[in-house]
């Protein structure tokens, strides 16, 4: 019961999809749930998020349409409304609720806009706040997409909020530099924003955010910014997305999610339960049976358990070794 708690799904026009550059020439094609399925299972993740990557309404409403489509597969859409516009924000998402409560399936379970790249103070406007009030209203998450520098601003909106269920997404976009610690000032805002105990936090897309031409990223570089936000938010608020189809820009669906396991291989299989599942859980309000609950957990015992197992052969065929070492040749 593994969750990827941020991908994305589209069909490609060059009209709707302009910051798909030609630094993401490749990702400039259809990206739909049978393709995202094989991938998935090869890395034994049972479902996703699907979340928004255009502003508008037909796209929410296309989200949800393949999340009813594939149950098993989308367990739940971040979808858009116009915030700005709190009296249609209320109706979109009143329609969207209805529509959930109807067909009983995994429909909307958070909202988000697109804040990176907004003039400062996007997020002390009057009518936006007032459209979070909408969601509040209706038991949604929020989805924080923003730049490193727009940080503070998020926090004062935050603070606006304490009923509100925050994500933020792909750790608040840091700007990477090749061999170079994450900077300094995006830790000081991130510890803070964690101290708001009604924010969790994606760890996705930062392959992407790797800024030096002819650089790639690497684990060495990238697994600074980890620990940061595990120290910071704790597993019980950290969660895996791999941020497909983007990512490819920058590396593979198995490379990302390889690097992810190699950083939370020293957490115990309750820890690596949360950022594999059970936070996408809490912070979604996600639909998922008792069974399936109890499933997630055993993964990671079993795990856990077959690790353990592991290490112990390979200190016996040690101290096999150190045996045949020290018995005299004859
Ligand atoms: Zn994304």
Known sequence: MRIDAHQHFWRYDPGEFPWLDDTMAAQRRD????????????????????VQARMNLAETDW??????????????????VPLSEPARAAAELDRHLASRERNNDHGLVGVRHVVQGQPPGFLDAPDFNAGIREVTARGLAYDLLIHANQLDEAIRFVDRHPAQTFVLDHIGKPPIAPDEPPPEAWAVSICKLA??????????ALTTEVRAPGHEWTPKLLRPYFDTVLTAF???????????????????????????????????????????GETAIRAYKLPVSI??????????Q?????????KSKIQTLKSELQTLASTPET
Request: hydrophobic share 40%; aromatic share 10%.
């Open 31 to 50: 990206f739909l749930p049978a393709n995202l399925a094989p991938i998935l299972a090869r890395r034994h993740f049972r479902c996703s998020i699907a």
């Open 63 to 80: 989200l949800l349409q393949l999340a009813r489509e594939n149950p098993r597969r989308i367990r739940g859409v971040v979808g858009w």
């Open 291 to 300: 069974m399936e609950l109890r499933e997630l957990k055993a993964e990671f």
């Open 302 to 310: 079993t795990e856990k358990n077959e690790l353990q197992t592991l």
């Open 195 to 204: 101290c708001r105990e009604n924010v969790s936090c994606k760890f996705s």
């Open 234 to 276: 704790g597993p019980r608020r950290l969660m895996f997305g791999s941020d497909w189809p983007v990512c490819l820009a920058g590396t593979t669906y198995e490379r990302w999610h390889r690097f992810v396991i190699t950083c939370t291989t020293p957490l115990s299989s309750h820890e690596r339960a949360s950022i594999f």
